[in-house]
């Protein structure tokens, strides 16, 4: 496979999605989160007027900005106003990580390995876009402590974990320490370099 090697972090809300990450850029993988993208694309103009015309005026902060929490409690509250969101930004996150793929690539010495965290990896079919796949889990009393977004209403609409865990290449029970963790990731990397 060419450089870098494309790999994908999903998982519930609370799983570990992020200090999954964390741990692959420690071990030398050059790493992006889709959630910090979605938040650049909220920065951008264009992004922030189709946000307001799908969702109201109510989405927009005192200081002109896109108020987050409103978004989060129109969206959580309106199935279809959700459903308008992500028809908007998941095409334009999916650009924006290829995009970042493309310009490591082309660097002279491109690193060997370059990770994804796309919580909806497979609820918005972008599996494609990847050449392997972590899910991370957790048990779901330890998502909630982590989390206080891992309500059981945001989750039913997700694809079930037994079914992200059996189309991955790899999966992580992230129930331990962050010891645990490293050696997990450790052992990714060396499978992903031989």
């Known amino acids: 496979m060419t450089r870098p090697l494309a790999v994908a972090i999903a998982g519930g809300i609370g799983a570990g999605k992020s200090e999954l990450l ?22 951008r103009e ?19 900005s896109l108020d987050r929490g409103a978004i989060a409690t129109v969206v959580f509250n309106d199935p279809a106003a959700l459903t308008r969101l992500e028809e908007l930004l998941h095409p334009l996150v999916s650009a924006e990580y290829l995009a970042w793929r493309r ?47 891992a309500r059981r209403e945001r989750e039913q609409r997700l694809l079930d974990e037994r079914e992200k865990i059996a189309r991955a290449d790899y999966h992580y029970v992230n129930d331990g320490s962050l010891d645990e963790l490293d050696a997990f990731v450790r052992s990714v990397m060396e499978d992903l370099t031989e």
């Open 103 to 149: 310009q490591l690539a082309e660097l002279g010495d491109p690193p060997e390995v370059c990770v994804t965290e796309v919580p909806l990896l497979y609820e918005a079919g972008s599996e494609e876009h990847f050449d392997k796949v972590v899910v991370v889990t957790a048990p779901a009393g330890l998502r909630r402590s982590r989390s206080v977004a």
């Open 46 to 64: 264009d992004v922030k007027g189709e946000v307001v015309q799908r969702l109201g005026h109510g989405v927009v902060a005192p200081d002109g």
């Open 22 to 43: 964390r741990a692959f850029a420690r071990h030398g993988a050059a790493t992006v989160s889709s959630d910090e993208i979605v938040h650049e694309l909220l920065r």
